[in-house]
Nanobody, 127 residues
Framework: QVQLVESGGGLVQAGGSLRLSCAAS????????MGWFRQAPGKEREFVSG????????FYTNSVKGRFTISRDNAKNTVYLQMNSLKHEDTAVYSC????????????????????WGQGTQVTVSS
């Protein structure tokens, strides 16, 4: 059973930084593409960033390009999201997601592409 547990959220002032972690268990982590999504109050969940199974390809939504960096450590079964220059509009619950990729090494960005999800961690950016 795949389990994803996010951590690292919190309250930060605008312009500050946070690093989110997503620890995975119950899977062969190196065969999974990973993604970060977020859901702000009253809004639909949206894609933030994705990374392929070996970490050499990444993708970002436009609003976070140049500020957020996704990475992974397959030896630790963990994916990270480094968030810099945070803005009030980054306030949301951030969730990680996993997709088994046995036959390709792609990056995925649609919610329907991911079968496993974490519970999320709250990020609040004060303006």
């Amino acid at each position: 059973q795949v389990q994803l547990v996010e951590s690292g959220g919190g309250l930060v002032q605008a312009g500050g930084s946070l690093r989110l972690s997503c620890a995975a268990s119950g899977l062969t982590f190196s065969t999974y593409a990973m993604g970060w999504f977020r859901q702000a109050p009253g809004k639909e969940r949206e894609f933030v960033s994705g990374i392929n199974r070996n970490g050499d390809s990444t993708f970002y939504t436009n609003s976070v390009k140049g500020r957020f960096t996704i990475s992974r450590d397959n030896a630790k079964n963990t994916v990270y999201l480094q968030m810099n220059s945070l803005k009030h509009e980054d306030t949301a619950v951030y969730s990680c997601a996993a997709r088994l990729t046995l036959y390709d090494n792609g990056v995925y960005s649609r919610q329907v592409d991911f079968a496993s999800w974490g519970q999320g961690t709250q990020v609040t950016v004060s303006s």
